[in-house]
């Protein structure tokens, strides 16, 4: 994939499907990018801009989208994009095997935002030495923000910067006795490391 | 050569080798057909400078065991498809596509407000996207009418579920995000559908081709302001629009709406040159 632009666009109601073949699962999110051909990784895709768009309603993620080089500030690759209204989480970033192994060292991610999401707003679990994020917000999410590492390794680092996480807001979950969901919410999750890493997507069955 | 006919026959297939433009005389034009090739040539309905003014339908007809058209061995091409390895150019009329609301409705009520100005008609088609935790709490509802001056829009039929709304964007409490529902128009003039049977949809596929002379064919096309609704097909990855190894050409997909599709509303796979702005792609 090379030179493609997504911007200023809206993706929504996107529903888990049921497939005929019960051993097959189907890879879920509303916009998945570069993200479903290999699953463990992602496959390469080049000149790629993904900006101002936004996800709502969404199964699994709003988005899964390649990170960004550590120290970069111009990068459009995924940028000013928002999700809401999700079950699951509002954004799942990954290293970018694009740029070869230098995200398996250090990758980040940065402007983004997300509410109502039932898993965190900014979620990621994938093979790298260090995480950075920096501008997001995330608000009344149900799961709070998590940014791990994953793989070997002996200095594995998790960094936050310049991000504002709210709690509830005007736009209530209870209006009424109706259709009223009222879960406990968290606005972040201890950082951590987890030394398998998990796939992109639900590989299968469980 | 132009096509002037309000509702063509069903065809069994259409191959493209010259050029096929819709007549722009003020006449709604149907093209209907189990296959559509565009193949060495080009599909125009309206131009740049002048959209179409008029209705522009193509139905996609067929059903799930239906001929296939066969492209290469490496494509699943399948049936009921737009397929293009020339060039494709649609424009349609530009409208009002989203805005949000600007106060609270709940369950049961038959009247949104929104922005007033927009060009919002009766028998148009709106999307409410969820608010709330709930990502299954969207509606879809057609105008009975829309009061240019205040905003209120009356449904068709009343909401199922809460949407949140207010008269002013919360981006300035909440470090620049809009909490506010969305609502989105989902009604072209220029429409591409699959026939509503059997559960199966129709498909736009964009990719390239060489022939055996060696000639490479590079799928383009160009959508704006295009509808795309009831197409994709179940337990497969033939997504409303397709783009697979469309790798020489240039594509633009602006202003446009693919919805109330039956698996993938979109699917850009080792595909390059390609531009989406300003699109919707919702219900799939």
Redesign the interface.
Known sequence: ???????????????Q?K???LSVVDKETCVAICSYELNLFGSPCFDITITNN?A????FAGFIAPGDECNSTTSLKFRDN?S?????AGALPYPDVSLGTNQNQCYQVANF?S????LPCVAAFYHTKEIRAYNL?C?DQ?KGLNLQTAGEGEKLVSKLYDS?I?GE?????C??T??C?C?KKEGLMLFGHNKQGKDLHIPSPS | MFLDLEETPVLKSLEINGRLTFMQNGKNIHLRSKQILVRAGELLIGNVTHPFEANATITLHGVQKEETLVLSNSITAGNKILAVIGNVKFYGKPRSQMTRLTATVFSGMSEISVEPGLDWKTGDEIYLAPTAMQNEHSDYRTIVDYDEESGIVKLNKPLQFYHWGAPLSTAAEYNGVDMRGEVVLLSRNVKIRGEDVDSWGGQVLVTDFFETDGTWRKGSLIFDNVQIYNCSQQDTYNSAIRFEAAIGGYSNLTNSVVHGSMAWSANFYRSNNIYVANSYFIGS
């Open positions: 994939m090379r030179n493609f632009t997504l911007t200023n666009s809206f993706v929504a109601d996107v529903r499907r497939l005929l073949s936004i709502a309603g969404c199964f928002i809401h209204s999700n079950l699951g935002k509410y109502k999401t039932t917000t608000i149900e504002f709210y807001t005007a736009a209530d979950d209006p009424n109706a259709n969901r879960k």
